[in-house]
T-cell receptor
Framework: ETGVTQSPTHLIKTRGQQVTLRCSSQSGHNTVSWYQQALGQGPQFIFQYYREEENGRGNFPPRFSGLQFPNYSSELNVNALELDDSALYLC?????????????FGPGTRLTVT | AQSVTQPDIHITVSEGASLELRCNYSYGATPYLFWYVQSPGQGLQLLLKYFSGDTLVQGIKGFEAEFKRSQSSFNLRKPSVHWSDAAEYFCAVHPLNQGGKLIFGQGTELSVKP
């Protein structure tokens, strides 16, 4: 059973550009969430996808968007990058039922916006 | 508003000494509660969780946590710290009926002296 993986590991972008981050969920997990972790802070919930639909969103503007694919992999897209978007972006997956409120996190993508 | 407070930003303990990391939450009902650990450059690893029942929960790596409803607290403890425990520790709550959203505290950085 593989864990949650994310790509790329690091990324440098310029203000105003667009970026796509990718996540592969843990095997058997059909729900994925994305978090933004600024330096020295705890992770902040961006949104969650379940069965390819967004079903929960945190306090992030619409330029943060996502996709979930039939194989439960996921993308986070950020348009019109701002300097404050520099952060570690974490993907987390969880299973379909039972006591599966446990979320399993990937190693993250470090995004730097210059 | 729902929130999680970790009052200690940085704690230093000697190897072999006991450890207690504090966590308080603000929420109308009893949420699901978690402790995660993050090593440098790594994602978050689940240490333990509380859903209901026995208020003292055991986790991995010798950690335990105690839920105290009257104090809205969920403090993490370890009787004897090892140098490998040096990391960032995050308390998180999962508010009921809010999908996969986890609300994290700011984190406590643990340093271990030899």
């Amino acid at each position: 059973e593989t864990g949650v993986t994310q790509s790329p590991t690091h990324l440098i972008k310029t203000r105003g550009q667009q970026v796509t981050l990718r996540c592969s969920s843990q095997s058997g997990h059909n729900t994925v969430s994305w978090y933004q972790q600024a330096l020295g802070q705890g992770p902040q919930f961006i949104f969650q996808y379940y069965r390819e639909e967004e079903n929960g969103r945190g306090n992030f503007p619409p330029r943060f968007s996502g996709l979930q694919f039939p194989n439960y992999s996921s993308e986070l897209n950020v348009n019109a990058l701002e300097l404050d978007d520099s952060a570690l972006y974490l993907c987390a997956s969880r299973g379909p039922s039972g006591s599966s409120y446990e979320q399993y996190f990937g190693p993250g993508t470090r995004l730097t916006v210059t | 508003a729902q929130s999680v407070t970790q009052p200690d930003i940085h704690i230093t303990v000697s190897e072999g000494a006991s450890l207690e990391l504090r966590c308080n939450y603000s929420y109308g009902a009893t949420p699901y509660l978690f402790w995660y650990v993050q090593s440098p450059g790594q994602g978050l690893q689940l240490l333990l969780k509380y859903f209901s029942g026995d208020t003292l929960v055991q986790g991995i790596k010798g950690f335990e946590a105690e839920f105290k409803r009257s104090q809205s607290s969920f403090n993490l403890r370890k009787p004897s710290v090892h140098w490998s425990d040096a990391a960032e520790y995050f308390c998180a709550v999962h508010p009921l009926n809010q999908g996969g959203k986890l609300i994290f505290g700011q984190g406590t950085e643990l340093s271990v002296k030899p």
